[in-house]
């Protein structure tokens, strides 16, 4: 961008700071959320809490499809990149 430019939209720092301060923490959570190593631990997690009679068995499944949704997004999205992380 020319000089003109950059001090015309220079009122408006503060709102592209902030929106790529938001974008920034978005992308983290969403590679926590899918990390697989995360989604392996809560499975773990999970069948403790049926093992410890803390949930039900349809509880369980239910809870269990949506980590392995997660598991399968994670996988899908790792091999594309090539680097073995989730986005």
Do not use: C, H
């Not at 001090?7 to 983290?28: D, F, K, S, Y």
């Not at 369980?60 to 994670?74: C, K, N, P, S, W």
């Amino acid at each position: 961008m020319g000089l003109i430019s950059e001090v015309l939209m220079l009122p408006l720092a503060p709102a592209r700071g902030g929106a790529w301060a938001i974008r920034q923490v978005l992308n983290e959570a969403e590679r926590i959320y899918y990390d697989p190593a995360t989604v392996r631990a809560e499975l773990a997690r999970l069948e403790e809490q049926l093992e410890a009679g803390e949930i039900t068995e349809e509880e369980f499944d239910r809870q269990e499809d949506g980590l392995l949704d997660r598991l399968e997004i994670a996988t899908r999205t790792s091999a594309g990149l090539g680097n073995g992380t989730a986005p």
